[in-house]
């Protein structure tokens, strides 16, 4: 018998939204559907398909889920004459799956500008009940620094490398940062916004990989940065990892982070 | 644009039709895509291409090998024979939702390899159009490797010796999953032969030496498959898709 189904489906104005919804053979009653939004400019099936790989994975888990392409993305349009608007399109993602009995409650997943756009949407509409950020939002502190010069101190030839052929010519900020996809808040509006998430009574995840050790340099630097995080939200570190998590181990260790939070959820 | 799934029950396919917006064409395109880094980076280009071909009467079918995209499968599951047997599904099914007398089987780097494979194994086409197509299995395989190496070293120079990348396993190649079957079967897909009905597209910075006698498209945009930073980067390919679309409204004709 089969575990899941999966469905695509066109919603927003339109149609011009496209998605897959992935329903469980048995679906744990009264738990939140998932939303995954894309992964910087890559379609719906996520980079190294990490998007399919976690919605069957969840599905076999008991969870409902939707991944599916923002406005100008994969298989989705922008509307016409509006600017594109991810908030507007994660609107429209939580309409379409309550108007197929998949609501009322969310919860998000998102990756790079996938987590930018799953906390802005999180940080306005109240159906969101947990989110899980994958290389989201990372603000520096002092031990951040020091580790960061401590590193280049301990690989001299990095330093002989950027002497000899200067900065690299591709950019070290994030991936989605440096593409114009997004831009980080201000620290101040990224706290008051977490704040508000746990006061909401929302779940908050956060993991990070070892290829934005450019600017998250060990595991707690979160909590350092937010306080009130401690003790509220989950929060991994996975240094082995990349950023698009290219090594299936990794993958499969990120899918069982996110299954097991969110059976903890239920719990 | 359709998205729909479609062919056998145990491992149903992908697909998204594309039907003419104006006066349709007697000749429907079967576009098939490319594998790993290259289909994640063509999804939205072969969209383009898929729209533009519509808008100009062509029906077309775009489509995931299982275990791929959005198709049923694991990954590492995946082997030749059933993504050859996924092309025919596939063409078979773009003949019966058209109802066109003619079918065209455009693949794109990959997909072109296989499209040839399949039509060596039976698959009738009244056209073929190979897209950037590798010299062989093993020079795409070759490629690939190639890239995944230079962009493991990459991330091995940025990062720090405490946080580096974890070994790649033997079974996986650009992030994708990559079984030795698979790989032994892909590496040994030959060179395409010289048939009548082939048009031979490429990029500006792609050069491989087509059969005597076919027929040429020169693209004005490069394509960038050889490098390791433009791989992990989407390519839209808008102008490639108007000249193409320009070429075979009279091609095809």
Known sequence: MATLRETPIRFGEQGRLLGIVTVPARQLPGQPTVIIPNTGLEHRVGPNRLHVQIARALAAAGYASLRFDIAGLGDSDPAPGQAASAQADLKAAAEALTARRLGPEFVLIGLCSGAHDAHQFAASDSRVAGALFIDGYAYPTRKFRLIRAWRRLCQPEKIWRRLRHGRPTQSTAPAGVSMGLFRYPPRAEAGADYQRMLERGMHLAFVYTGDVEYEYAYRDQLLDVFPQLRGYAKLWFLPHSDHTLTRRRTREELIALARDWLAGLQA | ?253
């Open chain 2, 1 to 253: 644009m359709e998205p729909f799934y479609f062919g056998r029950s145990q491992r149903p396919l992908f697909g998204q039709r594309h039907a003419p917006t104006g006066v349709a064409r007697q000749t429907a395109v079967l576009i098939c895509p490319s594998w790993g880094p290259e289909y994640m980076r063509c999804y939205r280009g072969l969209r383009t291409l898929a729209t533009r071909l519509a808008a100009t009467g062509f029906e077309s079918l775009r489509f995931d090998y299982s275990g791929t995209g959005d198709s049923e499968g694991m990954a590492l599951d995946s082997r030749l024979e059933h993504w050859l047997e996924d092309l025919a599904t596939a063409a078979a099914e773009l003949r019966a939702l058209s109802g066109c007398p003619r079918l065209a089987v455009l693949g794109l780097r990959f997909g072109a390899l296989l499209a040839e494979a399949a039509i060596r194994q039976g698959l009738k086409a009244d056209a073929q159009i190979l897209w950037d197509c590798p010299a062989s299995g093993a020079d795409y395989v070759e490629l690939m490797r190639a890239l995944d190496q230079g962009r493991d070293r990459i991330k091995a120079q940025r990062r720090s010796r405490s946080a580096q990348l974890i070994q790649r396993a033997d079974n996986e190649l650009c992030g994708h999953a990559w079984p030795p079957a698979l790989a032994e079967a892909v590496s040994a897909l030959p060179a395409p032969m010289a048939r009548p009905g082939q048009l031979w597209v490429h990029s500006s910075d792609h050069a491989v030496a087509r059969p005597t006698g076919a027929e040429p498209l020169s693209l004005d945009e490069p394509s960038h498959w050889h490098d390791e930073y433009w791989i992990g980067s989407p390519w839209l390919a808008v102008k490639a898709s108007q000249q193409l679309t320009e070429k075979l409204v009279t091609w095809l004709r």
